[in-house]
Antibody, heavy 115, light 107 residues
Framework: QIQLVQSGPELKKPGESVKISCKAS????????MYWVKQAPGQGLQYMGW????????TYADDFKGRFVFFLETSASTAYLQINNLKNEDMATYFC????????WGQGVMVTVSS | DIQMTQSPSFLSASVGDRVTINCKAS??????LNWYQQKLGEAPKRLIY???NLQTGIPSRFSGSGSGTDYTLTISSLQPEDFATYFC?????????FGSGTKLEIK
């Protein structure tokens, strides 16, 4: 069955970096892109962008240009989200979801940013 | 960006009730509207895609309707496992945007 399994919760300090993984199984990884979605505490979901798993090309939504990086380890059917120079407002749960249909989602990774 | 206004934010209902949740888009989204169920700590589950198509494996008590800017998720007879948060997603145009969610609670 199709699954997206994400890495565990993270506790980081402001200014640090965090890398979140999303491992896909049950389908051919490079046939479907991967979206990333942010859910801040008490707030709605926010589309961050997507990565083309065939070419590795990322596309970022406007609010996520600069400190956010999408990349792949295709041999491991895994997509990554890295957030550099963490800020308090990055504290959220981050989801991956299969493109182009948002049909399957990971369980989410909670990132806590605290000094 | 397309704004998605979801209502109500909270809904209290009983097992067996029929409930409806609405999403209104700030412009026509051409029926590119999905509905999801989210439970704490779990992956969101797609219930309905493109307005009215039931995801495989989802019970038929879930249905969707709408067009243009107005969309509705209906649960015809609530079951205990349906108490969760529901949200909509428009995927008509970038950036994709989400409703703010409806928390469905047991009365």
């Amino acid at each position: 069955q199709i699954q997206l399994v994400q890495s565990g919760p993270e506790l980081k300090k402001p200014g640090e970096s965090v890398k979140i993984s999303c491992k896909a199984s049950g389908y051919t990884f490079t046939n479907y892109g991967m979206y990333w979605v942010k859910q801040a505490p008490g707030q709605g979901l926010q589309y961050m962008g997507w990565i083309n798993t065939e070419t590795g090309k990322p596309t970022y939504a406007d609010d996520f240009k600069g400190r956010f990086v999408f990349f792949l380890e295709t041999s491991a059917s895994t997509a990554y989200l890295q957030i550099n120079n963490l800020k308090n407002e990055d504290m959220a749960t981050y989801f991956c979801a299969r493109a182009p249909y948002f049909d399957y989602w990971g369980q989410g990774v909670m990132v806590t940013v605290s000094s | 960006d397309i704004q998605m206004t979801q209502s109500p934010s909270f809904l209290s209902a009983s097992v067996g009730d029929r409930v409806t949740i609405n999403c209104k888009a700030s412009q026509n989204i051409n029926k590119y509207l999905n509905w999801y169920q989210q439970k704490l700590g779990e992956a969101p589950k797609r219930l309905i895609y493109n307005t009215n198509n039931l995801q495989t494996g989802i019970p038929s008590r879930f249905s969707g309707s709408g067009s243009g800017t107005d969309y509705t998720l209906t649960i015809s007879s609530l079951q205990p496992e349906d108490f969760a948060t529901y949200f909509c997603l428009q995927h008509n145009s970038f950036p994709f945007t989400f409703g703010s969610g409806t928390k469905l609670e047991i009365k």
